[in-house]
């Protein structure tokens, strides 16, 4: 904890960052990083969306120059509004979303151009389609590669100093380190709290304008304020609004994730907080199935001879059935057949128990993860399917049937419902998904404790762009195995 007289102690010592032009101006250099790829993302798509019209038009010379101008000064002034240079604190869902939606009202706009001033002939609407089409997923994944890229080199994430209560401000600093992708590198805690279990007096509480020359000497312009009643808001930030050029007020969210989507309303004298409910929304509920039933379409005629494969190699080593059904809850609290393709010995259930009753420590590793690592019962196939999650291709069909979705909770078993706690009410308000946050965030590594509290943020943020940067995710997870066994 840093009180008054170790602020004194720094001071004296001279203890200062490296205050180099980039560590002065973070914020500017990560903007002017991602600017950069974008663009670069941004003449790639032209490239490419010309050269698959001339393939068509060989006669047709079009001004490169001028169109890569024209878009990519839209979009780059676009994305300056949408906060995305750069994009501190913003989820890659988020970042995604507004991605996505800014590059196509730019195309929009850029069309519309086109067509006003009759330069159709100059400016081909169909390279213009082609170029959005190759941005969409070009400037995502640009951005992804050299943020990576960054991050490795230890060049990303603008320096933050955190204050408020000692014990969270560590773990929020512990938290921001491991996931420097949201652009903020805690350098510093300061306490405004007493530790607990120490001295009921209260540590001083230091001068605005120590904390001033505290920042100045870290180059910190950006302070996250840990807020733990709403009572307090207005106070800590007159406080602290003077001292730093941006303000980040973050509450621990185990739990409440159904703040995620509060929005400031100002009635001039009233202040309001709107709180959206993404599950009662038509508009939300009617793209995720459209999305659900389209790609279950295209995945399972594409995979038809892979899945034939698989139950042939089933049925070959093993004999009897080739799917394995199993009761789920599902929406609502209806009971529905997942179908798996078997991955374990017909008497799998005797092997289990007996396994249990033999061995204390595989009890424990049952009851706290509802998983084992060695589990007794997994065939050899089974353990090459399980690895990649191809056990779980079938439920495409329950997908299809409507019994569940590509994205969700992952279904319960009927048997788990009071593992599940107060959440099981939200839990049965979707469908069940065949991947979800808990699939991306460490998979059989995740107690189930924490599965569920992945369930319920899920369901409190659900949202179609949500469901988008999990099935991305589910790709990355599944290909590097992360957290498979």
Known sequence: MITENSITQIEAEDVKVDRTVFNVHTRQWMGCILLATDMLSLLIAIFIAMQARSMLFTTLHLPYLEIFLLLGGTIAYLFLRRGLYPPVGMHYADELRHIVTTVTLAFLIMIGVTFVFKSTFTYSRLVLILTWIFCVPFIP??????RRLFIYLGFWGESVLIVGDLQKARALAEYFKTRLQYGILPVAVLSDKPPSGEAL????????CRIKVFARNLSVKTVLLVIDDFDDLEKVVARYRAAFQWMILVKDKYENYGLTFLKPLDFLEVFGLQVKNNLLSNSTRLPK???????TVVGLLFLAPFLTLIAIMIKLESGGDVFYRQRRLGKNGQVFDLCKFRSMHKNADAILKEALARDPELKTE???YQKLRNDPRITRMGK???RFSLDELPQLWNVLKGEMSLVGPRPMMVNQQKLYGDSFAAYIQVSPGITGLWQ???????????????DLEYIQRWSVWLDIYVLLKTIKVVIWQEGAY
């Open 141 to 146: 994944f640009g951005r992804y590669i050299v």
């Open 201 to 208: 007096e209260p540590c001083p509480i230091l001068p605005l």
């Open 289 to 295: 199935r459209l999305m659900d039933i389209m790609l």
């Open 366 to 368: 049952w009851d706290e």
């Open 384 to 386: 090459f399917l399980r």
């Open 440 to 454: 991306v965030s460490g998979r059989n590594q995740t107690t189930f404790a924490r599965r569920a509290q992945l």
